[in-house]
């Protein structure tokens, strides 16, 4: 199943992913499919109900997994998600994709190839 936002699989986490409202319901998103994406536990916390981030001191939306590919605003290079916009600079430091943890975890499954990477996404 695709994992919309730091690639990690559900096959390889202890806890379910979950549904993330992409745009939360408090700020008027919807439960439908194209304001939903699966999300791991860590991203979901940390996402939380954000929709927006600062870049630069300027307020930069969220990557948008069904309105945007995630291989034009992303690359994996080794176990580290690289942002390649905006919105990835400000997707990877909000959700926390790169920490310490996130990479070790990311480097194994890579070395189990349980890591498959959104290259068409």
């Known amino acids: 199943m695709l994992i919309e936002y730091c690639l990690i699989p ?3 986490v202890l806890f379910a992913h979950q549904i993330d409202h992409i745009i939360a319901e408090k700020h008027g998103g919807v439960t439908q499919a194209d304001n939903l994406a699966l999300s791991c ?3 979901n916390k940390y996402k939380g109900s954000d929709i927006a981030s600062l870049d630069e001191n300027e307020v930069v939306a969220l990557f948008h997994p069904r ?3 995630w291989s034009e605003h992303f690359q994996l290079q080794e176990a580290v998600i690289v942002p ?4 990835g600079r400000v997707t990877v430091k909000l959700l926390q994709m790169n920490c310490f943890e996130r990479i070790a975890e990311r480097r194994l499954l890579i070395r ?4 498959s990477v959104i290259a068409s996404c």
């Open 112 to 115: 189990a190839e349980l890591l």
């Open 84 to 87: 390649l916009t905006a919105h």
């Open 10 to 12: 559900e096959v390889a």
């Open 41 to 43: 536990a860590i991203c």
């Open 67 to 69: 309105r945007q590919h």
